[in-house]
């Protein structure tokens, strides 16, 4: 991903590799992100409450949060229809999860309505401040391009 952006069109089934120079981000809406510990992070809101969540291209699921986070915000007591239910990392470890639906998760000003939820095992260290992973059931409802080397993300909601 160095010196370059890459752009995700889930729709189109389509990756997109653009020179610095060339892409213009004209008609997308710029965010910070940072890289943690060379992890690719954007800040959202999730129904009012502020995160941190990893970009994870690779994730089928809409956001999925960590205890820590959800032990600060209390986040679990927010859902009252959570299924418990199991899931495979990419490691290939099964592991318990919950899974709801948010409201609404913003991007930038952009919101995105009814996304789905999944609480998950802690992934990092709690003290890297990652609060979660964001994956392809929030971000096929968009294009999503990351420009690693400037740390910004675009993005464009569908329609």
């Known amino acids: 991903m160095e010196d370059a952006v890459l752009c995700i069109d889930y729709d189109r089934q389509q990756l997109t590799r653009w020179s610095p120079r060339q892409f213009s981000g004209e008609g997308y ?3 910070p992100m940072p890289l943690n510990h060379d992890l690719p992070t954007i800040r ?3 129904d009012g409450v502020e995160a941190v969540l990893a970009i994870d291209t690779g994730s089928d699921s809409g956001v ?11 986040m679990q007591s927010r859902y009252t ?16 999860t919950l899974a709801g639906t948010a409201d609404e998760v913003k991007v930038g000003q952009q919101a995105i309505r009814d996304v789905p939820l999944l609480f998950i095992p802690q992934a990092f260290d709690p003290a890297w401040g990652i609060d979660g992973l964001i994956g392809y059931e929030l971000l096929q409802r ?7 080397d400037r740390e910004h993300f675009y993005w464009q909601a569908a329609g």
């Open 29 to 31: 809406q710029r965010s």
């Open 44 to 46: 959202v809101t999730i």
């Open 64 to 74: 999925q949060l960590f205890p820590a986070f959800d032990q600060t915000h209390d």
């Open 81 to 96: 229809d959570l299924q418990r239910g199991e899931a495979l990392s990419g490691g290939g470890q099964r592991f318990e």
């Open 142 to 148: 968009g294009t999503a391009c990351l420009d690693r």
